[in-house]
């Protein structure tokens, strides 16, 4: 198996240093993998004048799966749109056809007191969000800025076609038919017309999955009800934007977003697995990071790709051990417990394996 290894910006290398200690450590043990790495985001930037140098997607479009860390900085914030780090990003989705975006919500019971939300709401919590991550109003023709009337409008198109919503349809139903199979789709059709349609082929697709309980909210309700009562949700599909607010308003219920891991697959299963924060230039270079949402990436790397759930639940067993001992990187710390730094936390999760 050849794994892209992108470290990307801020602590993006921090962090992807302690997930490739583990692959490593798979390595040592027997495991066949191959990592090659190049930059991507600011650091493309720098190296080729491009966020997604053309190396770096050649790499990735060999490999069988990408590991990234982060991409985005402040020094980059004032270049054109298209240099932007998250432009790199957007664009390596786009090419290599990641339509799927996997984001578990798992709560740790040990973590259950770094959650802003009541213990009792969030303990025992085990939610998949399945966001669709190539298409939406990210994506839609036409967009820009123009002056209309003597003033300037804003407008970006929000766009699904049939084919876009069945493909992350069938990815949501088969994983919630090895979840609880429930599956909640999120949309807002009483006011969009994409969504109309989303929800239509929802229907439509719900019909080979007759075991599957299919269910519908709109989107401002599923905002509340995520943090009213999470726990009644199983499996979620919604388009890319409401994906993107939802997932990371439910990452928060699990105390740190630190801790959670995403997988964006296409449709063979080929995947790029990163953590779902960003680069955290506030604490990049400090070795303080969490990188257990990068091990547990790799984790999902495991189960999704290389279809080897049995590695993949010895990753996630490491890390359940740390946690259990005791070690906690600062954004996860309570009174009690032993506050460790990035590469300690790598290293302890490389013994616990
Ligand atoms: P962020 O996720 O980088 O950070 C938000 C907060 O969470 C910060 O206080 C940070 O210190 C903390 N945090 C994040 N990851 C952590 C970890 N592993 N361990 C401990 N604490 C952690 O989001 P932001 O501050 O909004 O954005 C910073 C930069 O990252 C921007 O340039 C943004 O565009 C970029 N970004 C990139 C991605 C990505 O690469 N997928 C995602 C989101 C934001």
Redesign the pocket.
Known sequence: MKIAVLP?D??GPE?VAQAVKVLEALRADGAKIEMESAPIGGAGYDAAGDPLPDATLKLARAADAVLLG????VQYDTLERPLR??RG?LRIRKELNLFANLRPALLYPELAGASSLKPEVVAGLDLMIVRELTGDVYFGQPRGIEVRNGERVGFNTMLYSESEVRRVAHVAFDIAMKRGKRLCSVEKSNVLECSELWKEVMIEVAKDYPAVELSHMYVDNAAMQIIRAPKQFDTMVTGNIFGDILSDAASMLSG???MLPSASLDEHNKGMY??I???????AGKDM??PL?TILSVAMMYRYTFADLATADRIENAVKKVIAEGYR?G?IWTEGTQKVSCSTMGDAVVKAL
């Open positions: 990307g801020g602590i962090i982060a991409v985005g900085g780090p998250e990003l740190s977003i630190g990163e953590p924060h960003g680069s955290a230039p506030d604490i990071a969490n949402a990187t954004d």
